[in-house]
């Protein structure tokens, strides 16, 4: 078969082979618990996801990138051993349903000098964070900047290699991401990770956020990612002393938006997730994440969680800001509200990015259907 026409995403053994030929590297750490989630998710992929050839190529490089952090990862700990005596006090994680303000909310926290978020580009080549001024001629990070400007999502989502950015990624060096669901129609792997234990993943990132930050102790990490609704329990028993932002916003606006996101990322990759497919399957899934994390979160302290309404932040994020820190009990800095407000005037500035429009009938949805998955 020309690879060109190929519609499988390969082997257990063979992705590792080559994330091994690309890197020189071999050691993907002990255990075999990311063996046995990429095998079920090699097993989706192959029965369930209707992969075209474009879409075998891309899924099968996302795989093998997130194997390849997962070495570089492994290499990086044994070369810095001092990672393991770095603290991560009082770490914040924002979540919510996706396209409620997490993205925004999250980097204007990280505006401020006091805090630390994952970049982008350290969350795929996991190294102690390099000073930012050595970043341009850095040539990994000139090929991932290049990616992405490719990508062509800056009109739903603006990635760039330098922004810090959701940690997905680090849970995917386990195979353990509700991602991989985003892109793909893969309900077999999708109720197996549903009863998965994500302990182990948020070890392994905890371990790369220790990485990261080794040239940067003291400051606060502030995290981000809609997928922590799915494993509150696990994160908290990694992060015993994390503040949870949950985020909330009109669930018919934000599926309609990451139905449009989530296909728009992966147009052309498959015959079956698009339109009604991927909507009920999205509707399916963050439905599920959210009642998760309402039955979870009612176990755990009040309060640990701190909560925002898209229409506050968006109609007075500098307010929000300042409860937020309230409730942290620290003070909002002069240097940390400049931080902020430049970071608000550049969002406001735009670069031009097209609009993004959606709606629930291009996914087969009613608003009927939002409210009584949401009820």
């Known amino acids: 078969m020309n690879i060109s026409e190929r519609t499988d995403v390969g082997t257990v053994d063979d992705l590792h082979a080559s994330a091994t030929r690309m890197t020189g590297l071999d050691d993907f750490g002990a255990g075999d618990d990311h063996r046995s989630a990429l095998s079920v998710l090699l097993t989706a992929y192959a029965e369930e996801a209707c992969l075209t050839p474009a879409g075998s190529k891309r899924t099968r490089g996302l795989l093998r990138a997130s194997l390849i952090s997962r070495l570089l990862a492994e290499a990086a700990w044994r070369r810095f051993p001092e990672h393991a005596g770095v603290k991560l006090p009082n770490p914040v994680f924002v979540t919510g349903l996706p396209r409620t303000g997490t993205t925004a909310l999250h980097r204007m926290l990280a505006a401020d000098p006091a805090h630390q978020g994952p970049e982008l580009w350290l969350t795929e080549v996991p190294q102690p964070r390099p000073p930012r001024e050595t970043w341009p001629d850095d040539p990994i ?6 990616a992405y400007r490719a990508a062509g999502l800056d009109g739903v989502h603006l990635m760039r ?3 810090v950015e959701e940690c997905w990624r680090l849970l995917c060096q386990s195979m353990t991401s509700v991602s991989f669901e985003c892109t793909a129609y893969i309900p077999s792997y999708s109720r197996w990770l549903s009863e998965n234990d994500w302990t182990p993943a948020y070890r392994r990132h905890r371990r790369n ?8 102790p ?3 990490w502030v995290l981000k990612n809609p997928s922590h609704l799915f494993a509150l329990d696990a994160l908290l028993s990694v992060y015993p ?3 949870i932002i949950q985020t909330h916003r009109d669930p018919r606006t934000a599926i309609a938006s ?5 296909t728009r990322a992966s147009a052309g990759w498959s015959t079956v997730f698009e339109g009604a497919v991927a909507g009920k399957a999205q509707l399916e899934l963050w439905s599920r994440g959210l009642r998760r994390f309402r039955a979870d979160r009612a176990r755990h302290d009040p309060g640990r969680f701190i909560d925002v309404r898209y229409e506050d932040f968006v109609a007075s994020p500098q307010r929000t800001v300042e409860s937020i820190y309230d409730r942290l009990g620290v003070r909002l800095t002069g240097p940390a509200r400049a931080a902020m407000a430049s970071f608000q005037e550049q969002t406001m500035r735009g670069t031009g990015k097209p609009a993004h429009t959606y709606q629930l009938s291009d996914f087969g949805l009613t608003p009927g259907d939002v409210d009584r998955a949401f009820a």
């Open 218 to 220: 003291g400051r606060r």
């Open 241 to 243: 002393d994390a503040t």
């Open 258 to 262: 990451v139905c449009s996101l989530n």
């Open 209 to 216: 956020l220790q990485l990261i930050g080794l040239n940067d």
């Open 141 to 146: 990070f000139i090929t991932l900047r290049e």
């Open 161 to 163: 290699p330098e922004q």
